[in-house]
């Protein structure tokens, strides 16, 4: 397969000479174009396919044939389905209504592609879902979390160049991330917007068992398929038998007997707060969270009060949020400022409610502390896919009397 990048084929010539040639002469055209490619060395492989990119629409009416909706009837694209890819030749896959469940047929009938990155494979369709291939540095990221010395990142532009000794006080500051890789085995890490598995695998690679959310059918599919190329063990839960009939325990249950290391839930994540609440609060059942990554754009913040009682949850101990936003430039400090203000308040109140309720003499703290910005690509002019990594401890201090 190819996509070309957006915009190709729309300036002067092309409309009018594309218009004006028959079905048969574009798909020779095509043809020619795939074959150039090949030839030329670009792929290894025999190339069937073709089309052109295009960006992802936030609303669904904006990669819609109609051209009248009405700004109000627009519904936000949650899938992030790539409504907007234009096949110009080969079998992409049945043209089909998003809003209905696929079946394994329609799996079947799909035309699936994949690509290694950092040494992980992922797979996708297409045509039904989105593949965010500049999230390639932040998987690697990642992957490297809890290595020492830290990599140096990308430094938040302010003009200058940051100097070796301001990077080496930046690395001993994040010291604390380090990890033998057997401390990671057995803890949790949760990913709310798991999409194909972009950010599931560099944890799932870390050895770690990871809790996801994902609302679009297609995209758990391709989540499911990469979790097999690269033989981590998979269990996808979904429907009213699995999500309804039974309690989260019991679906843990399946998959601990059956050795799963990633675990799936086809529905929003707005019930995985609920879910990690019921296994703590009813099962008794503890959850090492680690991680928990929001990975969703333009803001991933309805779901940052879920994630920070995900990590808190679990009493003694540490772990990160990763949430993930657009923010100009200007704004990135302020608005780290201002997650870093939301995170104390909930801290304190969480501190304030455990000493009013407890009888002993042990009390707990919690900090926060917002204690890197990673830059992962450009969105807009001027406007970064932020990723604010908030590092969160909670201790014991036992009084005496």
Known sequence: MVLLPSGSFTTTPWPQLLDSLSSNVKSSLWTRILSN??????????????????????????????????????????????????????????ALLLSTAPTPRDYEQAF??????????QIWAPRYTMFSRGNVKEKARLLDFHRFPTSTSTPIPTGAAPTSQQ?????????????????????????????IGYFVFSYAKLGMRVLCWEINPWSVEGLRRGAVANKWSVKVFQGEADLTKKT??????????EGVQIVVFLEGNE???????????????????????????????????????????????????HLHENVHVKDIEARRGEIQELM???????????????????????????????????????????????????????GSE
């Open 37 to 94: 490619i090949t030839r030329d060395g670009a792929s290894k492989v025999e190339l069937s396919r073709l089309a052109v990119n295009e960006g992802i629409p936030l609303h669904i009416a904006e990669g819609a044939a109609e051209k009248n909706v009405r700004e109000e009837d627009e519904e936000e694209n949650l899938l992030r389905s790539p409504s907007g890819l234009k096949l110009l030749h080969g079998d992409f896959g049945p």
């Open 112 to 121: 699936w592609v994949s690509t290694k990155q950092n040494g992980i494979t």
């Open 167 to 195: 990077q080496q006080q930046h690395q001993q500051s994040l010291s604390h991330r380090g990890r033998a890789p057997t401390a990671l085995k057995g803890r949790y890490a949760l990913d709310l917007y798991a999409g």
């Open 248 to 257: 989260t325990a019991e679906l843990l249950q399946e998959a601990d007997a």
């Open 271 to 321: 019930s995985a707060g609920q879910r990690v609440r019921e296994l703590r609060e009813e099962q008794k059942r503890e959850l090492d969270v680690v991680h928990v990554n929001g990975g969703f754009l333009p803001t991933s913040e309805k779901s940052w009060r879920d994630s920070w009682q995900a990590v808190v949850g679990k009493g003694v101990g540490d772990g990160w949020l």
């Open 344 to 398: 104390t308040r909930w801290n304190e109140e969480l501190d304030d409610s455990d000493g009013t309720t407890t009888t002993t003499t042990t009390t707990t703290e919690t900090k926060a502390v917002v204690e890197h910005v990673e830059l992962v690509k450009t969105f807009a002019p001027d406007v970064w896919h932020c990723v604010f990594d908030v590092y969160i401890k909670r201790c014991c201090d036992t």
